[in-house]
Nanobody, 121 residues
Framework: QAQLVEFGGGSVQAGGSLRLSCAASGSVYKCMGWFRQAPGKEREAVAVIDNYGNPAYVDSMKGRFAISKDNAKNTLYLQMNSLKPEDTAMYYC?????????????????WGQGTQVTVSS
C-alpha cells in the first residue's frame, strides 16, 4: 500500500525557514511534488521532482523554495526560506508512477494528509 506522510510543518515568523519532509513507503515513485492549499483557495503546485532529481518550480516559488529527494530513504524534502505570511497553508506531498514529471496537479494520484505551515508577520 503506497503511503505518503509529511513532517516538519509548524509556526514561524516572517523571514524564517522551515524544512518539510515526506516519507514515502510501499513504492518508488517516478515523480513527487509539493502542493499547498490556503483557506478558501484552490490547491496549488509548489514544485515537482523526477526520479533523477531534476526539479521544476512554479515561477512564484523560485528562489525561496528548494525541492530535493533522497532516493535511498525514499523521502522528499522542501526547504522553505524567507517565509511570508502568504505562504501560510496546508502543504501536501504527492506522487505518481508515470514517466513524465510536470507541474500538473491532475497527474498526481497519491497524496499525503498534509502538514500545516503558519507564518506570522
Amino acid at each position: 500500500q503506497a503511503q505518503l506522510v509529511e513532517f516538519g510543518g509548524g509556526s514561524v515568523q516572517a523571514g524564517g525557514s522551515l524544512r518539510l519532509s515526506c516519507a514515502a513507503s510501499g513504492s518508488v515513485y517516478k515523480c513527487m511534488g509539493w502542493f499547498r492549499q490556503a483557506p478558501g483557495k484552490e490547491r496549488e503546485a509548489v514544485a515537482v521532482i523526477d526520479n533523477y532529481g531534476n526539479p521544476a518550480y512554479v515561477d512564484s516559488m523560485k528562489g525561496r523554495f528548494a525541492i530535493s529527494k533522497d532516493n535511498a530513504k525514499n523521502t522528499l524534502y522542501l526547504q522553505m526560506n524567507s517565509l511570508k505570511p502568504e505562504d501560510t497553508a496546508m502543504y501536501y506531498c504527492a506522487a505518481h508512477f508515470s514517466l513524465w514529471c510536470r507541474i500538473s496537479r491532475g497527474d498526481f494520484g497519491y497524496w499525503g494528509q498534509g502538514t500545516q505551515v503558519t507564518v506570522s508577520s
